[in-house]
């Protein structure tokens, strides 16, 4: 089972979280100063020489550069580069396939690797390069967002988007080690880091009372991007993501109690238009509709709790309700929820919050309460 809260190679403010995953044991390091470090920690674990480092071009400085200088540390290793254009709108097969040809051109054999820095748009794209050049080779992972850090790079998911919808073709496949360097956090945009602030809330509300709590009592340092404050809440979360996916991999059980706020967020991201709204911003609004649902139909999520989560997301600046122009129509928001990858036989199921850090799945909840909700929370007519 993934372990919390162990210190690092002694250092306070480095943290270390283990994933077992069967057969692919890997590790989450966490902290200030790790890019620097990278050659080292990445260097120990290659089997082969040659690496291609797929970056976002809006980490290529100052980050990359730090990456590189530590890499060129390495005796013997070959890196090349590939540059992705920022943005959702090159998780595709054509920057797929130009990662191949790259792969390609610099021979990188079964035993070389591919190093992914960036948000969760480059680690899903170079995670899925990884998974299928030569069947399968090594991904190391260094996360810049705080959405990568505490969900997309623990839990192995790979996807591209296509015109048959987002992330519907990819792999799971699970990198050999994670590198999340807080310092990258500093460049990054006050509404990207509050939209990965709502993945952190979530983790609260689903699975940790005590979390919420703490997200709480020190928003300032949060908000503020207080590095110790960082290193402690994303090794609490990606504990929690490591701990559900060890136990259920393929999403067939657990693993969807992190659903909570995405099948009603996924429909207001997919009616609103992607890029419009950002992931983290439509999971706020689906967080605050879903928790509307579980009260309607009494789980024991109360409105105490409810209140709670709502100044939460206030103080983090994350939108709290669809009354903006051009908000979609609750029918057709709930018409997209059936679309969800997630639907099964039909029917979907939600996982609702039943107190503050308790959730379950498998809720099926009428129409009727799911447009009520909708409309109360702003959703055209
Ligand atoms: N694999 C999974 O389990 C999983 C989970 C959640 C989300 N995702 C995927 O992750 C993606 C969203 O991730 P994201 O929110 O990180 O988006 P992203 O990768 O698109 O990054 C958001 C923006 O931040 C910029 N950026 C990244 N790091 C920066 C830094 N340090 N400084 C300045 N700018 C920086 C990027 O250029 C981009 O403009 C989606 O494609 C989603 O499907 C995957």
New binding site residues.
Partial sequence: VAQARKPFKGSGRQLRVDVPVEGHNYAVLIGEGLLDRAGDLIGARLRGQRILVVM????ATP?AQILFKSLSSCTGVEAYTCKVA???QS?NIKELTKLWMSLGASNVGRDGAIIAI???????LA?FAASTWLRGIDLFLI???L??MV??SV?G???INSTLG??LIGSFWQPRLVLADVS??R???EP?YC??LAEVIKYGIVKDRALFELIEERCDSILCRDPETLSEIIEWCCSIKGQIVVRDERESGERELLNFGHTIGHAIESKLGYGVV???EAVAIGMMAEARIAAEIGTGWSDAAHERLEELLTIFRLPCDLKREGAPSARALLDSTYSDKKVRSGQVRYALPTALGEAKTGFEVSDEIVLKVLRELGAAE
Avoid: Q
């Fill in positions: 976002d071009e809006a980490v980050h920022s943005g959702e998780k960036g948000g969760g748009m480059v680690g899903d995670g996360p810049t967002t959405l990568a969900d997309a839990g998911k790979t996807a987002k992330n990258t956090l460049t990054l945009s990207e939209s990965g950002r992931h983290g």
